[in-house]
């Protein structure tokens, strides 16, 4: 485990409908975007640290497809209106690329490296990576893990932690990521998602792993599935930030709001 900021969190997927933006260039093609754009965006990145900190949030995760300038210059500029709000930031959630595919799983996994240079730049304390796209069976598995220990040690070299999340089929079961984490030796994190696993099983599923959790995304659905994803962190002594990933189209900071008064008692 490494050493966490303060525990109240936001990442900017939740402000998405304010920014609106997203930057082209995905594994293979530069052009390409992962999703469209929103129209009438009104936030400016350089501004959210600014604006999460005037509503006492002091730690933050970003999207990579937000930054729109990846640029030396740009980095410098954003990391520094960082610091200047007094805002950390957690991770940057590399939300592409399949380090798994059969036929461009290293070509993906060159182009996070990439991103690992970014983050170190930004000052991200973590990344937070797909572990795979490709349906869970032991080979898939084996490959991300082999995968995985080589992105480990370039994040290592670069100051940065990586990460998993319970996300995407390779890592659909409790057992496929207890395997992961215990045949990358306990370098690989994880980050605790509430909302991407459902089902009857959902909460036993997610008991199973939440002793693994070094970062949460605190996922809104409904607030009696809110509380209840709370209080399986509480069970393990969960100590990491709780990253709210859900903004409300038409208002989202009142939303972030509402949340963010769930969350508190966990995090005193």
């Excluded at 293979?28 to 005037?54: C, I, Q, W, Y």
């Excluded at 399949?98 to 000052?123: C, M, T």
């Amino acid at each position: 485990m490494i050493n966490t900021p303060r525990r109240l969190s936001v990442s900017t997927w939740a402000l998405h409908e304010l920014i609106g933006t997203v930057a082209p260039g995905r594994p293979g093609d530069p052009d390409a975007r992962l999703m469209p754009p929103r129209e009438g965006s009104t936030l400016n990145l350089l501004h959210v640290p600014r604006e999460l900190a005037k509503r006492g949030i002091r730690t933050m995760e970003l999207c990579h497809f937000h930054l729109l300038d990846t640029s030396d210059c740009y980095l410098e500029e954003w990391a520094a209106a960082r610091e200047e709000a007094g805002v950390a930031l957690w991770s940057l959630l590399i939300d592409d690329g399949d380090i798994n595919h059969p036929e461009f799983g290293d070509r993906d996994r060159d182009w996070i490296i990439g991103w690992l240079d970014k983050a170190s730049q930004l000052g991200a304390k973590c990344v937070r990576i797909i572990g795979g796209k490709q349906p869970l069976t032991d080979t898939s598995l084996a490959k991300s893990i082999a995968q995985l220990r080589i992105l480990t040690m370039e994040a290592y070299v670069r100051g940065v932690h990586v990460m998993i999340e319970n996300w995407f089929p390779t890592l659909s079961t409790p057992s496929a990521i207890h395997t992961l984490i215990e045949r990358t030796g306990g370098s690989v994190g994880m980050t605790f998602d509430f909302g991407n696993w459902g089902g009857p099983e959902k909460y036993e599923n997610l008991a199973q792993i939440a002793q693994y959790a070094e970062g949460c995304h605190a996922k809104w659905d409904n607030d009696d599935d809110f509380l209840r994803c709370l209080e399986i962190t509480r069970t393990v002594n969960f100590s990491g930030p709780y990253t709210l990933v859900y903004g409300a189209p038409g208002a989202v900071w009142e939303s972030l709001e509402r949340q963010k008064e769930l969350v508190l008692p966990y995090v005193a």
